[in-house]
């Protein structure tokens, strides 16, 4: 500081001296009008480096800083200095950006960033390509306005992004994209796709090949099944042995033909193009025809009990959810030893609609609860295969719940009993005229 103010009066001293002299030789107002002329000149001289300041600071990334005399010297150097290391550093950012653009290009996924409000901040290569966008043209503009299948703009709508969302034909080229959007930083999003249509193609495949070979199996599994009940009911059969081997035989094919059944179910509610046919499902109704078809199944073995707590409906489709909640009863009755209870309930938790089944059966324990909805999956092999079972109801019962937007909830302690229970969202309850509501 002090040398600045050294070099920044240093000139008007030596003017202040000049200008004694020549008071001292020629009078007072010779020096004033001699120190007013240099401090002028002096002006002159800071007003045109402050000139060249201005010129520089108007175009600064162009041109070099201007160098001056006296203090200006120091200014200009410090300046300098300032712009080398803030242009080193820009560079080093630059170097830093295209490395990371180099990185996410090399992703096998599609990554873009959008701002709170769904609008394009950046994108990779990939992302271009997997939403038909162009990086530059499209920065800033609004994604749902590029992307706008229907199941995309929901999903973005909706802003539940806990499971990612599998968008089919996201171009005209019949591309299938599984898309994750994962929130970051201040109100910023990433959305991360992934080209799946291969991954789809082998998954339809094998669907494909499942329903096809289920629907061939059917035909022949039906003839020897004629034929193994003719002739076990034939009154000439003396043999024991061959009525026993007719018997066990009539029992497999029947089994067969149970498994023939919940494959082709199944392919149907898997299949994407088979969408959910929605209708007003009286379930109070419904549920009053599986109670009674349950009893005769349990044949007094157990207490079968139901309880109808809410008179709602349900926006949905009669013939999957018998096919759940037919499911879940029957379950009940072949995994609860004879003397034991089951209780059948639609009721309310909040606003949504809730069916449930519990029974004082064998329960599971908890190691096998997260896999039970896996196909052939079994707690106890031989006990499914006594009660007839195929290991596919409770997949059966998964996709249909989630085709209707349900959540699945299953609380059991070994030993006590099972409690299986569909949640379904407030979206699907429906309120029945008072004519048709049926109580219990
Ligand atoms: P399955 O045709 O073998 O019954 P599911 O898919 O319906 O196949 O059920 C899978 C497995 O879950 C069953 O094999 C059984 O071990 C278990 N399970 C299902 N329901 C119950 C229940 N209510 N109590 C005890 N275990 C059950």
């Avoid at 120190?35 to 010129?55: E, N, P």
């Avoid at 800083?65 to 300032?82: A, H, I």
């Avoid at 061939?216 to 193994?228: A, H, I, K, M, S």
């Avoid at 996709?399 to 099972?418: C, D, M, P």
């Amino acid at each position: 500081m002090f040398y600045f103010w050294r070099r920044a009066l240093f000139s008007p001293f030596v003017f202040f001296f000049l200008s004694l002299l020549v008071w001292a030789t020629v009078g007072a107002l010779p020096a004033s009008l001699f120190f007013s002329l240099l401090l002028l000149i002096h002006l002159i001289l800071h007003l045109h480096q402050l000139k060249a300041l201005d010129f520089w600071l108007a175009n600064s990334d162009e041109r070099m800083v201007p160098d001056g005399p006296g203090m200006w010297e120091e200014v200009f150097t410090r300046l300098n200095r300032m712009v080398r290391q803030h242009r080193k550093e820009h560079e080093q950012h630059i170097a830093a950006l295209q490395h990371m653009e180099q990185a996410t290009s090399a992703l096998p996924e599609g990554v873009t960033i959008l701002d709170g409000a769904y609008h394009i901040e950046w994108c990779n290569p990939l992302a271009e390509q997997h939403f038909g966008l162009d990086c530059k043209r499209d920065i800033g503009q609004q994604i749902t306005y590029l992307a706008r299948q229907p199941e995309f703009v929901q999903y973005l709508t909706l802003h539940e992004f806990s499971e990612p969302l599998v968008l089919c034909g996201a171009r005209q080229d019949e591309l299938t994209l599984s898309i994750k959007l994962i929130p970051y930083g201040n109100n910023k999003l990433l959305l991360i796709s992934r080209d799946i249509t291969h991954l789809e193609r082998i998954e339809t495949m094998r669907r494909d090949f499942i329903a096809n070979v289920s629907h061939e199996l059917r035909t022949p599994l039906t003839v020897v099944n004629g034929f193994v009940e003719t002739l076990h009911d034939m009154p000439n059969l003396e043999n024991s042995m061959t009525r026993r081997a007719l018997h066990l035989m009539g029992e497999q094919t029947h089994r067969m033909e149970r498994l023939v059944d919940d494959l082709l179910t199944l392919s149907k509610l898997e299949n994407t193009l088979n969408t959910l046919q929605e209708e007003t499902v009286n379930v109070s109704r419904l549920l009053s025809t599986l109670h009674q078809e349950g009893q005769s199944l349990s044949a007094k073995k157990h207490t079968l009990r139901l309880e109808l707590a809410s008179h709602c409906a349900l926006l949905g489709n009669t013939d999957e959810l018998r096919s759940a909640f037919s499911n879940l009863i029957s379950n009940a009755i072949h995994y609860t030893p004879q003397g034991g209870e089951i209780l059948v309930s639609w009721h309310e938790q909040g606003d949504r609609p809730v069916f449930s089944v519990q029974d004082s059966g064998s329960g599971i324990a908890p190691q096998h609860i997260p896999r039970l909805t896996e196909r052939f999956y079994r707690v106890d092999r031989s006990r499914s295969r006594e009660t007839g079972g195929t290991g596919l109801g409770l997949a059966i019962v998964k996709h249909i719940t989630s085709r209707h937007q349900a959540r699945l909830e299953i609380a059991s302690v070994e030993g006590k009993g099972s409690t299986f229970s569909i949640v379904f969202p407030v979206s699907r309850r429906l309120t029945l005229p008072a004519e048709e509501a049926i109580t219990a």
